[in-house]
């Protein structure tokens, strides 16, 4: 059974700082790629970063320069780091890999 777990959301003042991780178990993770999305009530959930099992990445227009994703195999985890955070980040961050399955989203609060 693979379950995705995430961690690190929280309430954070606009321009700051924030990683959230994925945790996967059930799977062989160095061969998946995986996804991190975001939504907000009333909106679609959006892709806002992606990374290959070798390591390509791809991210939303909105957050090119200001956020990284990265995985370490060894852990079996995935990362995004967001910095200069904006208010209209705040969202439910969810992780997921290329066979649909969905962690269970941590918040995120950009907020003065």
């Known amino acids: 059974q693979v379950l995705l777990v995430e961690s690190g959301g929280g309430l954070v003042q606009p321009g700051g700082p924030l990683r959230l991780s994925c945790v996967a178990s059930?799977?062989?993770?160095?061969?998946?790629?995986m996804n991190w999305y975001r939504q907000t009530p009333g909106k679609s959930r959006e892709l806002v970063a992606l990374?290959?099992?070798?390591?390509?990445?791809r991210y939303q227009e909105s957050v090119k320069g200001r956020f990284t994703i990265s995985r370490d195999n060894a852990k079996n985890t995935v990362y995004l780091q967001m910095n200069s955070l904006k208010p209209e980040d705040t969202a439910v961050y969810s992780c997921?890999?290329?066979?649909?399955?969905w962690g269970q989203g941590t918040q995120v609060t950009v907020s003065s």
């Open positions: 059930g799977m062989i993770f160095s061969i998946n790629d």
């Open positions: 997921s890999d290329a066979y649909g399955h």
């Open positions: 990374i290959t099992s070798s390591g390509i990445t």
